[in-house]
């Protein structure tokens, strides 16, 4: 699995928040780390964004934690993901800039 900026896992297993009672958004930032990392055994079960097939793009693909939406694609044997993002923002203008542009 290949991250556009790289998140270090050592850092959170170091990191002073381990000590502290789990939080919401730990357990939010837990499963969507978890969701991606699966993506590399099962890259497949992902579905194609509604707003790039819209526009004929369909080499990415999608997995859900809702409301947010990891957007990524599979290159070779690699799993590249250019975005984790909220699912209720305005997804298209995202995707233009992030994907596209």
């Known amino acids: 699995m290949c991250w556009r900026s790289s998140p270090s896992n050592a850092d959170r297993s170091s990191s002073p928040r381990t000590a502290k ?11 969507l780390l978890e969701l991606a ?6 890259p497949e079960r992902g ?3 509604k707003e790039l ?8 693909r999608q997995v859900f ?7 990524y ?19 298209q203008s995202l995707l233009a800039r992030r ?3």
């Open 21 to 31: 009672p789990p939080t919401n958004a730990d357990h939010v930032l837990d499963r």
């Open 37 to 42: 990392e699966n993506l590399a055994s099962t």
């Open 47 to 49: 579905s194609a964004p």
């Open 53 to 60: 097939r819209a526009l004929g793009i369909d080499e990415y």
């Open 65 to 71: 934690f809702k409301p947010y939406r990891i957007r």
């Open 73 to 91: 694609r599979v290159l070779d044997k690699r799993v590249v993901i250019y975005v984790i993002a909220d699912g209720r923002r305005d997804m």
């Open 99 to 101: 994907l596209i542009g």
